[in-house]
Structures are given as structure tokens and as C-alpha cells.
């Protein structure tokens, strides 16, 4: 970060917190960017003279008399498409070897879209993973997260999701990645040959903590100049946004904030909001949908940053491990996605929307059979063949690993029926069973 | 001469301002941002300094920037034309403004000030007249748009002259008013009124006699809500709030509805912008959207438009009701704006309440829905603003502070519940402990002995019961096993089940089911309980599930057909055949 000739520079600081430092500055402006010995810092603060700057790599060893150059500007993304295929790190600089990128610097965490201007959204985006695309189908514009447990394959999931997914560009935004995580992303990405269409800001749990609450509005500016200048398809992955959230209580702990629930800041439903609420339809055709994820804590969701999330996105897909299959299943009760009645029956066939419900419907019906399994009640034939179709239902439909497109998924479920039910037993409208029973 | 200040401090959205001169609580202020203009408002005064709340990003501000003080408050601008408007939480028309991203420091007039209105004069010269009294009218769309005395007019006036019958502009002068001291003032179809002060231009406020229907059974039936009356919805996401509320606001017997999204997706206000349009009113026969006005603040605008987003919608409501309108208010969500408050009080390094939420939490919510209510105007005539919030509970619990402190406030509750909505018993508000205060109300009584059926709410208390039977007689089932309890448990458990499937439960996206009047809800209240009524002799549990599943089939489809139509009575005809041939 070069100096430039009008850039105010001050060796005075006052005081210094594990994440800021206070100095006397004046003709300051709020959220303006500073480089406080070789460290970029944010003005986060000013009372009167004195001017409180959150140092995002943390305050170790800054002495008191550490040269503060302010840089006039917030934080900044250059834009352009040779963006594409790169590697950043949370200030947007090349982190894969890299030469700068060239193009134009734009204001990070911009204005939002006016309601008004809005489009609703309506195109589908197919996965191949029937847990998706057959009971919870993602729309473009939509934003969603995975809520899953530490130990699940979550990354793996959203690789996969965001290879097939039929989109412009993909841009990975890895907030508190572990080393091999990142690398995994790397490989996956490179092996697939899809590169090209990829844009990575990563911050990996090797780096501070605090710099990481850069790495979503980078992503999404990126995002934004594509689907806005360029009127793309954006698909735009976030993880893990529990870490994010964690970012932002210790920086309103430093800073003395009261806590509200679970120690988060009181802000933090305008806070994630204002990251998700950047998925859009927009009206030239362009958008950007999110697809997150957010641990859990022991599968807890009156977290609160589950909670908020579940409040702002629109559904949430559970990842589930399930003893019967012994896959890894995207759980069909608890997962949601509040967009999927938009193209469902509308992109997809016609005995879409029947299909998924039944199907989960004699599912929870297995689970029913379960219970009376293990309270000691005996089984009918019905819960039996519930049982063995929930097996096989399942495997072939529910398990992450299914890759198969929307048409294949409808004939399996359609095989599933004819293997363990009756006609009747389905209640399926006859105009379908006619049609479709296998 | 107004005050002027420059900013000393920032944190966020709230900034610190030295001021040179008187300034109010809640007076607006701009502040001078490189030459954008960012509206802002007193939130605390200490010696010469103010503390505002900005309305917009503070971006780039500095100390030492001008801030100018404006002598008013927040106001809302009223007259004709706020219907099928869309405003944000400052009223500002997001429909006219330019390109796709908000821009900071830009303001759209709330009105058109070029359209022409059909006016027509009510008062004559001569007449004596107070605030909110009528001089005339225009035609908003079908409605009776009175052009009234400025509600901040005092005391009493004599009418100078109103302009005779003709089309003139919002602006346009079309009353003159002598005062006391008889001096002339003039009046033209708008004004403006501070969003925070409630509207008092009125002869009494009586309490609410009449129901407010919405075609949701649940509610009308079990739990109605009196017009004029308060609500609120609280449910953990997932469980139908917003379906619950659109389902309101398309079928409530009211003739205006205000729709304030405050904090929430901005997706779901693009469906009602999508769905409105092309909707028809079920009363009228009108498009739904000339009745409607949507203040829209989503999650993801300003935070501190929030909290100005619901009293901007409430005054707008106010201002209706005083022409004898019946006026329905949904804010969706409450919680979002009691967020709002929480963010600022911590900013301001008050001493934080339960769950750092702001001490008078719950006196700002108390008195918020205490604008709503029916009123007696000055004329005689009634006008209502009833109003149901949603809250949003964090973590679903209901024990926080929000939803705690809406149940003082509010007069009736509906609890959405987490497993109603996983067993998809839509709409899920839990029947038990869902409430309305107005069931104990004696002329409510008697207005629905006398608008539905004489014993209504001796019928309601009964139909509550048996859920509550229902509700002991299922437990005990899953305790003891079929087998091991009587067979009057599974007979009370199967008509509570019969209550829950066909009163409770509707599908809001069934052309047919989602609006019940309530004649027909009268008429299917009493065939359900003719068969609760009912001791049947059934052979064995087995027995009793089939008549009963078979029952519930019957009375759905029933739900699905036009009211009286060929495959209604059809269906009737089967059930009769049925319970005689269950004995």
C-alpha cells in the first residue's frame, strides 16, 4: 500500500485494544480505510478528535508511536473480467501468484437493490441431487443455507452443487476455511476444468479472524458486477457464515457492545441480512443466488445465528446423517426451500409437486413406524413396506451423492411407489397414476 | 430561524451532533455528506449536544460536517393517491425512483402532485367545522376520499368558501377557513401529520362491538378478531407467518389495508408487488391492490426507517379511518423494529433490559397498538383501524421479550406452532393457547348471536373443548397403546381430530377453501358438531378411525366445493349416509 502525497499521516496512538486503536485524526470519514503500521485497519468510530480504527489482523505488537496513514477511501474491490479464475484474499489481493488485477475500483457493501426493481424470482437451477432439486428446489435469486453439524461433508456438497448448477459464474466466498478445505475447493474446482467461471475469496482459519468480516461483501460486489454490468447468472457460496457470525461478536466485544442472545451482537439480524438479502432476480435478466452454510452446534437451531439465518433466508436445507441408508441425506421434514412452488409443475413435470409430497408423506409415515418399532407395538404390513421403501428412498433419492437430473428422479420415486405401494395407498390423482404408474 | 449543527461524532448510523441553537426531540435534521443530503432525527438531547439517528448509511461522513435542523418531525404527507402506492419507511415512492439500486440522499415525493381529482364539496359557507371534519370529496379508486380539515387545526372554524365541483390537483386550494380571531387560512387535498403522534381528531373511542371478518377459520370462528381490534402472530420461521398474513390482507373484510414489511424479505414484498395487481377483492370485485398501500422497508434497508416504517403505516391508517373507513393494518414483523430500537439503545450505551432489548420496550409496543381502535368521528359516523402484527420469536420460544410484551399489549394471540407446521396442518396456529380476548366481550357476544347464529360463542367454547378432550385422550393413547384404552378415548380423540381437519385446518392456495364467509363457517361449525354431539358404538378402534377418516374425506371435500353447489350437496348426501349407517 503505497503512500501518496495527500495521505494524512499521524505516530500518535492513544490507546489499544486487542482488535483497535484510538489516535487523535482530524477530517476523517467514517468506515475510510488506514493502514496502521503495515496493517489495514477501518474507521469504526469518532468522537471528536479522537478516531477508533478496528485493525483487521489484530493489534499484536503495534507500538504506540506506529505510523497511521489514512487512505480517503472504504474498502474496495477492483472489478473486471479478469477477475475470472482467480484467487483473493479477504482484501481482495491475488493470493494464487497472480498478477493484480486491472479494471475498477468499486465500494464494497454498496447500496441494496430497491424493492420496487425487483424481479420475482423464476428460473430453476438444477443440482442433480434429488434432496434438492425434487423436494427443495432452488430458484435463481434465491438464497439458502445448508444448516449441518461440523462433521458433515458440507464443502464437498457445495462444490458439487456449484459445478453442476447451470450458472455464469461461481464465486466462493470461505470465511474460517481450514487449509485443506481451501485446497480442496482449489482441486475440485481445477479438476472439473470450470476455473474459468470461478472466483474464490478465501480466508482460512490460518488468518485473523476479523478479516474475514470482509469476505462477504468482496464477494458479493464481485458478484454484483456480473450480474448487474454483465447481466450473468451469479451463484455466489458462502461458508462457513457461523464463523462469520463469530467474527462479529468479537468485534462488538471489543468495542463494548452489550450482547444480546448467545453472546451475538444485537445487530446481527441487519448484519446477515444485509449479506443475503443481496441474492436478486434482476430485472435485465442478471442475478445472484446464495447458497451458505451454517453449522450447528450440536444440530441446535434456536441458535441465534440459526435462527436469524432461518429467518432471513428462504428455507434451509438439513444435512442429516441416516443410520438406515448410511448416507449423508439432505432431510426432507426439516429442509425447506420457500421458493420451490415458483417452478415446481411450472419448469419441471407435471406430477412434480404430487410426487414430492407423497413421497415424503410415506416417508414420515416410515418414521411413524419407526417410533412404533421401538415403543414395542407391532408392525403392520403397511409400516413394514413403509420401512423398507424409506431404505431405498433414501439411498436412491435422498443421499447427497445422487446425480440425476429432475425427469429421473420423478421415475424413480414413480418406480418406488409400484415396488412397495398400492395405487390407493399413494392418493395420488388418478389422471397421474394413470399416466406415470409404473 | 432554524437550527444548525455540525457532527463531533459517528458510530454507525448514530451521530453526534454540536448544535447552535433550540432543537426538538425527534426533529428532523439533514446532515451535509460531500454534498448528499442524509436525513436524520433527535434520538437524545445533552446541553448543545444531539444525538440523531440516521436514516441512510453514514458512509464517508466526517466530523464537521453540516447538519441542518428542519423544526418538524417526522411526518407523514396525506392525500389522495397513497393507494396502490409504495413507499419505504420514510414514505418515500420507491416506484419513482431511478435505477435499480437505492440511492443514498435520494427522496421521491409520497404523492402525485400533477394528477387532476374528481372533487366534489361537502361543506358549505357558513358551516362550523374542527379539525378532521369533511369539506368535500374525491374518488380514490372507489372509495370516498374525504378532503378534511388539517387534523392540526385548533379549535373551531367557519367556512369562507370551498370551491365548487370540478378536477384540481392535491395542491390546488379548495377551501378557505375563518378561525376565531378571523383570520382566513387556506386548505388544499393534503397535509401532513408527525408519524409518532397519534391522530386524536375525533369524538370518542368506543369499545370495538362488531367482528372483523378474514375468511380464515381459525380465526373467525375460534378466535375472531373485532374490528377495531389488535393482534398479533407469533411463530418461529417455517410456519406460515407471511402465508397467514397475505391470506389477511387478500380476504379482510376491510376497505383499505396498509402492508408495512418492516425488516423482512424483500422477496416476499416482490410477490405482493407480482400477485396484488392481478388479485380481486372478494368484497368489491376490485383489484386488490386499489385498496392497498405497501410501506416497505426489507431487511436489508436502513435499520433505523424500520422503526419509522410502522408509524409512517399507522398514521396512514389513521388518516383513513377519520374519513369513516374500516381500515386493516399488517405490520410483518414487529420484532424486526424492536431490533431497531435495540440497536440504537446500545449504540447510545443505555442500560440494556431483557435481552439487551430497550427498558421501555414494552411502554413503545403498548402504546403503538393503542392507535388502533374503532372511533366515533365527529359526523357520527364509525371509523377502524384494526391491526395485527406478526413477532418474531428468536429461537421460537415465546418467553422473550417481544412477544411478552405484544401479549400485554395485543387482545388477541395467535400462536403459530412448530409442529402443526412439520405435521403441515396449515394454517399452524395451536388452537389451545391461541386467544381472543374479544370472545369475552358481552356486546360481541350479542353481536354474533345476532349476526350469525343465536348461542355463537357457547358453540366456540364447546368446539374448543373438544380439542382440549382431543388433546388428554391422544395422550393417554400414546401412553397406554390403542389397545389399552377405552374406546371413548379414540371416539374423543377422532373428534377433535374432525374439528382440527375440517374447521382448523385450510388451504390457503385452494381457490375455493382460503376464503370461508361466515355463513359457511356457521354451517360447517354445526355439522361438525352435530357429529361430535354424536355417541356412536363403535365395534373396535379400528372401526371408529375408518368412519371417522372416511368423515374427514367426506367434510374436505365438502371444504373444496363452492358453497351449496351440486358436489357440495353431493358430498353432504354421502356424510348423511354415513352417520346413519355409523349407528
Known amino acids: 500500500m503505497a503512500n501518496k502525497a495527500y495521505q494524512r499521516i499521524y505516530t500518535q496512538l492513544e490507546s489499544i485494544t486487542k482488535a483497535t486503536v484510538s489516535l487523535k485524526a482530524v477530517g476523517v470519514s467514517n468506515d475510510e480505510l488506514a493502514v496502521v503500521d503495515g496493517r489495514l485497519a477501518q474507521v469504526v468510530k469518532t468522537k471528536g478528535d479522537t478516531v477508533t480504527l478496528q485493525i483487521f489482523s489484530g493489534t499484536e505488537g503495534i507500538p504506540t508511536d506506529a505510523q497511521v496513514t489514512f487512505l480517503g477511501h472504504p474498502p474496495v474491490l477492483k472489478v473486471s473480467d479478469e477477475l475470472s479464475g482467480r484467487f483473493f484474499n479477504a482484501y481482495g489481493e491475488p493470493i494464487d501468484g497472480g498478477p493484480e488485477i486491472d479494471g475498477e475500483e468499486r465500494q464494497i457493501g454498496g447500496p441494496s437493490v430497491n424493492p420496487y426493481k425487483r424481479k420475482q424470482p423464476s428460473q430453476l437451477i438444477p443440482t442433480g441431487i434429488a434432496g434438492i432439486d425434487l423436494n427443495n428446489t432452488i430458484v435463481s435469486g434465491q438464497k439458502i443455507p445448508f444448516f449441518a453439524d461440523p462433521d458433515q461433508p458440507y464443502n464437498n456438497v457445495m462444490a458439487q452443487v456449484a459445478l453442476r448448477a447451470d450458472v455464469d459464474k461461481i464465486i466462493l466466498g470461505g470465511m474460517g476455511l481450514s487449509n485443506d478445505d481451501y485446497l480442496y475447493f482449489r482441486h475440485e474446482f481445477e479438476s472439473a476444468g470450470a476455473l474459468g467461471k470461478i472466483i474464490s475469496f478465501v480466508n482460512t482459519t490460518e488468518q485473523p479472524p476479523v478479516e474475514r468480516l470482509l469476505i462477504p461483501d468482496m464477494a458479493l460486489t464481485a458478484a454484483e458486477y456480473f450480474a448487474v454490468d454483465k447481466n450473468e447468472k451469479v451463484l455466489v457460496l458462502l461458508t462457513d457464515m457461523t464463523l462469520y457470525a463469530d467474527a462479529l461478536s468479537i468485534v462488538s466485544n471489543r468495542m463494548d457492545q452489550i450482547p444480546s442472545k448467545d453472546s451475538m451482537p444485537g445487530s446481527l439480524y441487519s448484519d446477515l441480512a444485509k449479506i443475503y438479502e443481496k441474492a436478486v432476480q434482476l430485472p435485465d435478466g442478471g442475478s445472484i443466488t446464495i447458497i451458505a452454510v451454517t453449522t450447528l452446534n450440536d444440530g441446535d437451531i434456536t441458535h441465534a445465528i440459526p435462527d436469524n439465518t432461518g429467518y432471513i433466508t428462504e428455507g434451509q436445507l438439513y444435512l442429516r446423517a441416516d443410520p438406515d441408508s448410511g448416507k449423508v441425506i439432505i432431510d426432507p421434514f426439516r429442509s425447506l426451500s420457500r421458493l420451490k412452488q415458483l417452478v415446481i409443475g411450472k419448469q419441471t413435470r407435471e406430477d412434480h409437486n404430487q410426487v414430492m409430497n407423497t413421497a415424503v408423506r410415506l416417508y414420515s409415515d416410515a418414521q411413524n413406524a419407526k417410533t412404533k418399532l421401538e415403543n414395542g407395538f407391532d408392525l403392520s404390513d403397511y409400516d413394514l413396506r413403509c420401512l423398507d421403501f424409506a431404505k431405498e428412498y433414501a439411498t436412491r433419492l435422498l443421499a447427497i451423492d445422487v446425480n440425476i437430473s429432475i425427469d429421473e428422479m420423478l421415475d424413480t420415486a414413480w418406480e418406488l411407489f409400484g415396488k412397495y405401494f398400492t395405487k390407493a395407498e399413494t392418493g395420488i390423482r388418478q389422471s397421474l397414476i394413470d399416466k406415470y404408474w409404473k | ?583
Request: proline share 5%; net charge negative.
Open chain 2, 1 to 583: 430561524m432554524k437550527s444548525t449543527g455540525k457532527v463531533t461524532g459517528i458510530v454507525s448510523n448514530l451521530v453526534t451532533v454540536l448544535t447552535d441553537g433550540p432543537v426538538s426531540q425527534n426533529e428532523i435534521c439533514y446532515i451535509d455528506c460531500g454534498g448528499t443530503r442524509l436525513m436524520a432525527e433527535v434520538i437524545k438531547v445533552n446541553g448543545k449536544n444531539a444525538a440523531v439517528q440516521v436514516f441512510e448509511s453514514t458512509r464517508g461522513l466526517k466530523n464537521g460536517d453540516k447538519v441542518e435542523f428542519e423544526d418538524r418531525m417526522l411526518e407523514a404527507s396525506l392525500g389522495p393517491g397513497l393507494l396502490s402506492s409504495c413507499y419505504d419507511g420514510l414514505q418515500n415512492d420507491l416506484t419513482t425512483m431511478t435505477g435499480v439500486f437505492l440511492k443514498r440522499g435520494e427522496y421521491t415525493e409520497p404523492l402525485d402532485h400533477s394528477r387532476l381529482w374528481d372533487f366534489t364539496p361537502i361543506a358549505a359557507p357558513g358551516d362550523k367545522v374542527t379539525a378532521a371534519d369533511w369539506l368535500g370529496e374525491v374518488r380514490e379508486g372507489w372509495l370516498p376520499h374525504k378532503i378534511m380539515v388539517p387534523f392540526s387545526f385548533k379549535g373551531e372554524y367557519t367556512v369562507k368558501s370551498v370551491v365548487p365541483a370540478g378536477q384540481y390537483n392535491i395542491d390546488t386550494t379548495v377551501a378557505v377557513l375563518t378561525n376565531e380571531e378571523g383570520e382566513d387560512v387556506d386548505v388544499t387535498m393534503t397535509q401532513k401529520w408527525p408519524v409518532k403522534v397519534a391522530i386524536k381528531a375525533y369524538r370518542e373511542k368506543p369499545r370495538p362491538s362488531r367482528i372483523m371478518e378474514t375468511g380464515v377459520r381459525v380465526i373467525d370462528t375460534l378466535n375472531p378478531i373485532a374490528e377495531g381490534g389488535t393482534g398479533f402472530i407469533p411463530g418461529p420461521f417455517g410456519c406460515g407467518k407471511t402465508v397467514l398474513q397475505h391470506a389477511i390482507a387478500k380476504q379482510g373484510d376491510a376497505e383499505v389495508i396498509v402492508m408495512a414489511a418492516c425488516g423482512e424479505r424483500a422477496n416476499e414484498v416482490v410477490e405482493i408487488f407480482t400477485e396484488f395487481p392481478e388479485l380481486i377483492d372478494p368484497h368489491t370485485g376490485r383489484h386488490l391492490m386499489e385498496r392497498t398501500t405497501i410501506i416497505c422497508n426489507t431487511s436489508n434497508m436502513p435499520v433505523a426507517a424500520r422503526e419509522a416504517s410502522v408509524y409512517t403505516a399507522m398514521t396512514i391508517c389513521e388518516y383513513y379511518r377519520a374519513m369513516g373507513l374500516k381500515v386493516l393494518l399488517l405490520a410483518d414483523s414487529t420484532s424486526r423494529w424492536a431490533q431497531a430500537l435495540r440497536e440504537m439503545s446500545n449504540r447510545m450505551e443505555e442500560l440494556p433490559g431483557a435481552d439487551a432489548f430497550p427498558v421501555d420496550l414494552s411502554a413503545i409496543i403498548s402504546s403503538f397498538y393503542a392507535r388502533a381502535g374503532m372511533v366515533v368521528l365527529n359526523n357520527g359516523k364509525t371509523g377502524s383501524v384494526t391491526f395485527i402484527g406478526t413477532v418474531s420469536p428468536a429461537g421460537g420460544n415465546l418467553k422473550e421479550p417481544v412477544t411478552e410484551s405484544t401479549k400485554k399489549a395485543a387482545r388477541c394471540f395467535y400462536a403459530l406452532e412448530q409442529n402443526r407446521a412439520d405435521k403441515k396442518r396449515y394454517p399452524a396456529v395451536n388452537p389451545i393457547d391461541s386467544y381472543s380476548k374479544y370472545l369475552e366481550y358481552p356486546e360481541i357476544e350479542e353481536y354474533l348471536s345476532e349476526k350469525v347464529t343465536p348461542g355463537w360463542v357457547g358453540m366456540v367454547e364447546k368446539t374448543k373443548n373438544i380439542i382440549r378432550k382431543g388433546r388428554e385422550a391422544q395422550e393417554q393413547i400414546n401412553i397406554l397403546g390403542d389397545d389399552g384404552v377405552p374406546m371413548t378415548y379414540h371416539e374423543q380423540f377422532w373428534k377433535s381430530e374432525l374439528v382440527d381437519f375440517i374447521i382448523l385446518q385450510q388451504d390457503a392456495f385452494d381457490p375455493v377453501d382460503s376464503v370461508t364467509p361466515m355463513d359457511r363457517q356457521e354451517y360447517m361449525l354445526k355439522l361438525v358438531l352435530d357429529i361430535c354431539d354424536r355417541n356412536f358404538d363403535f365395534e373396535d378402534f379400528e372401526e371408529c378411525r375408518r368412519f371417522f377418516n372416511e368423515a374427514i374425506n367426506l367434510l374436505r371435500q365438502m371444504n373444496y366445493s363452492e358453497f351449496r353447489s351440486g358436489n357440495f350437496n353431493k358430498y353432504q348426501e354421502q356424510l348423511n349416509n354415513l352417520i346413519s349407517n355409523g349407528k
